[in-house]
């Protein structure tokens, strides 16, 4: 292992996904708590969850994880759950992780996980083995042990009845034997990537970076020493789901080393923060040279000679704190109770208010009430309020506070210019600066938080410039605008026309958009639009509210949503026929597998996987999403099978490639890396090749192979340049008889990402989604009854043969007929046999191409559209191009009833 590959590994990829899965009712810990005192108080309690009190004990939000099995922890205020040993995370493989922390009362809970990791890395994490309930009058704690390679580690999680807004966390790691070095221990938050991330001070005495923070995790190993903070807090603002509004801060306290005799002094403990992630690395040593309150060049090269010697432990000491609001100040007031209290209001009540030193420093943020009504407390003296809100609008306001705080008066920012939206709904509408106008961003980060590299610097998500309409009482009325002229194109997807208007916006004026409705001008009959791999906010890394999806998906079109949620089996059906959708969607629940944890049997992981349908189980952990932790494929999908035997299962973006054409080895990419093999997939080769062979390998119980998917997803998102290479390795499965059925899928994870685009048309005799016949459904997908597309609509057949079906001759017409909206451009037309090209030529919307085709064996045929790029399509699927492609017609050349495979060779 390279020196510094331990902390690259646990913090390289900060947007981790989201938990592993699965319940199990085993643990090493009994279910009654250890209580040494006479007088407990009935408020603590630490327990474990059964199938008796769960209802009782579990926790609800977008998040939410615990089930039966795992332990539950309480002041009778704030509300956490442990995951049992079996239950692994993105952090590791095995449990004894905090999964859910929230308020008992209210829910929201919108945790992640907790893991202590060697080095910061993944691959060295404590495994926990048991997990000991602790209660004593006032207090009550969960303590997790576990160990890894000579080293022995426990964390121990405990409310007290010295302060009910927060849950201590004790971590300490003891070597006891000779094993791995280890040069730092790392108490790691994974977070959602939705959260918005502040580094500051929890006496508010120094302040930090706030919310502009250094991106690290894709630049390389020096960039670590910019990214390093002596912080000691780090304020985590949730998604405001409803009145259940949340924030996490967490504050260490302390990192010391201990030596066999019991005698500590302090260790040197650094901040890296990074979107998906937080990490509280604690050297196991003070560093020889240089100061230990910074992590430059210097002290990450003595890390090098470093390691936690025999009979020494450190020990981290932190608080995780619970706001009750979406903002800073909800945690930082809670660390400082008696410092000043700023008040004040502003005419805007969907503003942050940012609290700064005289010179720009980040302190602090906090929302107003809806009747703009602000508070938060500061240190005594002066301060500027930098107040932002919509569309781009900042006033400054200098503060003098005393002693015994500061007034504010009411601080203007003015009314907006407002355009207010027609009726069109469904319907995604997009605004177009011009000229001198730039394009608005409907998803505008009032906090500012950038993640800088040099003189660059990014948002989270890029600016959205869209406004969906899904023909909801929910819909919006108005947005608002910044002064400016704008174009306003207003498109349902694929088979609905574009429809275009401008807009003349004035300061603090109210205008009212006028554009027609997009109308029909493709129908496609026996043919029904589904994305069988759709997130939402119930995803770690997504940000939607479900509202948002829901108006999104239908906005853009589309007609059957697969809800496959990261490792979070999730009904969304009775949400959306509360929300108004019963007549346009039709909602089918999956899940994402989603392995992001290294193993010793799986040191690249196996990959993400769907499966729909898949009910969910709210007693289980993350709703009974499958086990998965250090199994392979096989496995997982042979158990999956015994209980769900009609689902699909889909292996997601199994290889990803640069623009320039490199395969890229990733660990969400099974075949860049095959799981255990080590190495990618090499369509040349025979399955049956030792490079390829651990695909084929059936499990000696079940038969099941890795390679045994139904499906294999060819085009996800805008990753065009991966599904060339994701076809040669798809031809070639289909030349060795491995029949997966190629589909198109948005794998949207932000606004900025169309979800529905691509798609699959999969061919349905009631192409309603009222009248939706999920059997009928999924046996359509199973058969490869199913075509994908961005833009271009088709009918392709080989005498009476459609796609997915089985022609029986050895000579043959194909027919395909392209049709399109008038604004998605088609320029070609081509055909493979067996993987290869065997015909192709220009092609227009409206064409009906006829080729003649003969066959020396039993074979395949496939079709791809493509359009030259448009100024009009590329403005409303940016990054897209117009393209379409079919699952394969079968031939059964020599009549004999079956088909089969042409071999590898041909």
């Given at each position: 292992m390279l020196w510094h590959e331990g902390i690259m590994n646990g913090i390289h990829r900060g947007a981790c996904l989201l938990l592993l899965a699965s319940i199990v009712w085993g643990s090493a810990a009994s279910a009654k708590p250890t209580d040494t005192s006479d007088s407990a108080d009935d408020r603590f309690a630490a327990e474990l969850i059964t199938a008796a009190n769960i209802r009782a004990l579990d926790q609800t939000g977008t998040n939410a994880a615990g089930g039966i099995g795992d332990w539950h922890l309480t002041n009778g205020v704030l509300c956490a759950i442990v995951s049992s040993v079996e239950h692994g995370t993105v952090l590791g493989a095995t449990g004894g992780s905090l999964v859910d922390l929230s308020y008992c009362d209210r829910g929201g809970d919108q945790w992640i996980a907790f893991k202590e990791l060697l080095n910061g890395s993944r691959r060295q994490v404590c495994g926990a083995e048991e997990i000991v309930p602790q209660q004593q009058g006032t207090s009550a704690s969960l303590v997790v042990r576990g160990r890894y390679d000579g080293v022995h580690c426990e964390t121990r999680y405990a409310f007290d009845d010295r302060a009910d807004d927060r849950l201590r966390v004790t971590t300490s790691v003891e070597r006891r034997s000779e094993g791995e070095r280890g040069f730092s221990v790392a108490a790691s938050f994974a977070t959602a990537q939705s959260f918005t991330s502040f580094v500051g001070s929890a006496n508010l005495l120094q302040p930090d970076r706030g919310f502009v923070l250094p991106e690290y995790s894709s630049h390389g190993i020096r960039e670590i020493s910019k990214a390093a903070s002596p912080a000691d807090l780090v304020v985590n603002v949730g998604r405001a789901e409803g009145d259940a509004e949340i924030a996490y801060g967490r504050r260490i306290v302390?990192?010391?080393?201990?030596?066999?005799?019991?005698?500590?002094?302090?260790?040197?403990?650094?901040?890296?923060?990074?979107?998906?992630?937080?990490?509280?690395?604690?050297?196991?040593r003070p560093f020889w040279l240089g100061s230990g309150s910074s992590f430059g060049?210097?002290?990450?090269?003595?890390?090098?000679?470093?390691?936690?010697?025999?009979?020494?432990?450190?020990?981290?000491?932190?608080?995780?704190?619970?706001?009750?609001?979406?903002?800073?100040?909800?945690?930082?007031?809670?660390?400082?109770?008696?410092?000043?209290?700023?008040?004040?209001?502003?005419?805007?009540?969907s503003a942050v208010i940012h609290i700064e030193t005289e010179d720009g420093a980040p302190i602090t943020a906090t929302r107003p009430e809806a009747s703009g009504d602000f508070s938060a407390r500061v240190p005594a003296g002066r301060v500027r309020l930098r107040v932002r809100t919509t569309p781009g609008r900042e006033v400054i306001v200098p503060v003098e506070v005393g002693s015994d705080g500061a007034l504010v008066p009411r601080i203007a920012v003015g009314t907006p210019a407002r355009v207010t939206l027609p009726a069109i709904g469904p319907a995604r509408l997009v605004f177009i600066g011009e000229g001198d106008t730039p394009d608005p961003d409907f998803d505008e980060d009032l906090t500012d938080l950038r993640y800088v590299h040099g003189r660059s610097s990014r948002g989270v998500f890029?600016?959205?410039?869209?406004?969906?309409?899904?023909?909801?009482?929910?819909?919006?009325?108005?947005?608002?605008?910044?002064?400016?002229?704008?174009?306003?194109?207003?498109?349902?997807?694929?088979?609905?026309?574009?429809?275009?208007?401008?807009?003349?916006?004035?300061?603090?004026?109210?205008?009212?958009?006028?554009?027609?409705?997009?109308?029909?001008?493709?129908?496609?009959?026996?043919?029904?639009?589904?994305?069988?791999?759709?997130?939402?906010?119930?995803?770690?890394?997504?940000?939607?509210?479900?509202?948002?999806?829901?108006?999104?998906?239908?906005?853009?079109?589309?007609?059957?949503?697969?809800?496959?949620?990261?490792?979070?089996?999730?009904?969304?059906?009775?949400?959306?026929?509360?929300?108004?959708?019963?007549?346009?969607?039709?909602?089918?629940?999956?899940?994402?597998?989603?392995?992001?944890?290294?193993?010793?049997?799986?040191?690249?992981?196996?990959?993400?996987?769907?499966?729909?349908?898949?009910?969910?189980?709210?007693?289980?952990?993350?709703?009974?999403?499958?086990?998965?932790?250090?199994?392979?494929?096989?496995?997982?999908?042979?158990?999956?099978?015994?209980?769900?035997?009609?689902?699909?299962?889909?292996?997601?973006?199994?290889?990803?490639?640069?623009?320039?054409?490199?395969?890229?080895?990733?660990?969400?990419?099974?075949?860049?890396?095959?799981?255990?093999?080590?190495?990618?997939?090499?369509?040349?080769?025979?399955?049956?090749?030792?490079?390829?062979?651990?695909?084929?390998?059936?499990?000696?119980?079940?038969?099941?192979?890795?390679?045994?998917?139904?499906?294999?997803?060819?085009?996800?998102?805008?990753?065009?340049?991966?599904?060339?290479?994701?076809?040669?390795?798809?031809?070639?499965?289909?030349?060795?008889?491995?029949?997966?059925?190629?589909?198109?899928?948005?794998?949207?994870?932000?606004?900025a990402q169309l979800v529905a685009v691509p798609r699959n048309y999969v061919r349905q005799d009631a192409d309603d989604p009222r009248a939706l016949d999920e059997r009928s459904f999924v046996e359509a997908i199973r058969q490869g009854r199913v075509y994908g597309t961005t833009g271009p609509i088709l009918d392709v057949r080989l005498g009476d043969a459609h796609v997915g079906d089985q022609f029986t001759g050895d000579r043959g017409t194909l027919v395909v007929s392209v049709r399109a909206a008038h604004w998605v451009p088609v320029?070609?037309?081509?055909?493979?046999?067996?993987?290869?090209?065997?015909?192709?030529?220009?092609?227009?919307?409206?064409?009906?191409?006829?080729?003649?085709?003969?066959?020396?064996?039993?074979?395949?045929?496939?079709?791809?559209?493509?359009?030259?790029?448009?100024?009009?399509?590329?403005?409303?699927?940016?990054?897209?191009s117009s393209f379409a492609f079919t699952n394969p017609i079968f031939v059964d050349a020599d009549a004999n009833g079956a088909w089969e495979a042409p071999g590898p060779g041909q």
């Open positions: 302390s990192a010391t080393l201990e030596n066999e005799k019991g005698e500590g002094r302090e260790v040197p403990v650094f901040l890296l923060v990074d979107q998906g992630a937080s990490v509280a690395l604690a050297m196991v060049l210097l002290q990450l090269l003595q890390t090098r000679w470093m390691d936690l010697r025999v009979g020494h432990r450190v020990v981290i000491e932190q608080e995780v704190l619970v706001g009750d609001r979406a903002d800073v100040a909800s945690i930082t007031d809670r660390l400082v109770p008696d410092a000043p209290l700023l008040t004040g209001s502003v005419d805007d009540a890029p600016p959205v410039r869209d406004v969906s309409l899904g023909g909801v009482a929910g819909d919006p009325a108005a947005v608002r605008l910044a002064p400016g002229t704008y174009r306003v194109l207003a498109t349902r997807g694929p088979e609905y026309s574009v429809t275009q208007s401008r807009v003349e916006v004035k300061a603090e004026e109210e205008v009212r958009l006028a554009i027609d409705a997009p109308a029909l001008e493709v129908p496609t009959k026996g043919w029904i639009a589904a994305d069988f791999h759709v997130h939402s906010g119930f995803s770690m890394d997504n940000p939607f509210p479900l509202p948002d999806r829901l108006a999104a998906f239908a906005g853009q079109g589309g007609e059957v949503l697969v809800a496959t949620e990261h490792e979070n089996a999730v009904d969304l059906a009775p949400a959306a026929r509360a929300l108004g959708y019963a007549a346009r969607l039709a909602l089918v629940t999956g899940v994402e597998v989603t392995d992001e944890a290294p193993t010793p049997e799986n040191p690249n992981t196996i990959g993400h996987a769907n499966i729909f349908p898949y009910p969910p189980d709210p007693t289980r952990y993350m709703n009974g999403a499958p086990l998965h932790g250090g199994r392979r494929w096989r496995d997982v999908i042979a158990e999956t099978r015994a209980r769900h035997p009609a689902s699909i299962w889909q292996l997601d973006h199994a290889q990803y490639v640069t623009l320039e054409g490199k395969q890229i080895q990733h660990p969400q990419a099974f075949l860049s890396h095959m799981g255990a093999a080590g190495h990618g997939f090499d369509p040349s080769l025979p399955l049956t090749d030792e490079w390829n062979r651990s695909l084929i390998e059936p499990d000696p119980h079940s038969g099941v192979r890795d390679i045994d998917f139904d499906a294999i997803e060819l085009l996800n998102g805008k990753q065009h340049p991966s599904y060339e290479a994701l076809r040669e390795t798809w031809f070639s499965m289909l030349r060795q008889g491995e029949r997966l059925v190629g589909t198109a899928n948005s794998d949207s994870h932000h606004f320029s070609e037309l081509r055909v493979f046999v067996n993987g290869e090209r065997v015909y192709s030529e220009s092609s227009a919307n409206g064409r009906e191409h006829r080729v003649t085709l003969d066959f020396s064996g039993d074979s395949f045929v496939t079709v791809e559209v493509e359009g030259e790029p448009s100024e009009l399509f590329a403005a409303l699927l940016p990054g897209h």
